[in-house]
């Protein structure tokens, strides 16, 4: 059975950094390019960035270049999604998804998600 499993979120200060974590089992080795998306109350859900199964090669949305940066440990089979800068308007559930092999930013080209984590940007 295939699992995402994302952890990391919280609270924090504009300014403040946060490091989520996405722990997928279950695929089979060299599947799943990983991505993150985030969903804000009443605003429709947006992607994030990308990763390739490889980890050699990855995205962004224009938005998070430069403050967001995404990674990935095969060997503990995880995606990393390291926030530095948060704003308030980083407020949201952030999701990691999988599908096979390519990364696409649209998010109905992902049919395995995690639960989401709530990240809360506010002094």
């Known amino acids: 059975q295939v699992q995402l499993v994302e952890s990391g979120g919280g609270s924090v200060q504009p300014g403040g950094s946060l490091r989520l974590s996405c722990a997928a089992s279950?695929?089979?080795?060299?599947?799943?390019?990983i991505a993150w998306f985030r969903q804000a109350p009443g605003r429709a859900r947006e992607a994030i960035s990308c990763?390739?199964?490889?980890?050699?090669?990855?995205n962004y949305v224009d938005s998070a270049k430069g403050r967001f940066t995404i990674s990935r440990d095969s060997a503990k089979n995880t995606v990393y999604l390291q926030m530095n800068s948060l704003k308030p308007e980083d407020t949201a559930v952030y999701y990691c998804?999988?599908?096979?092999?390519?990364?696409?930013?649209?998010?109905?080209?992902?049919?395995?998600w995690g639960q989401g984590t709530q990240v809360t940007v506010s002094s």
């Open positions: 990763i390739s199964p490889s980890g050699d090669s990855s």
């Open positions: 279950g695929f089979p080795s060299g599947y799943p390019a």
């Open positions: 998804a999988a599908r096979a092999y390519v990364c696409y930013f649209a998010y109905n080209e992902y049919d395995i």
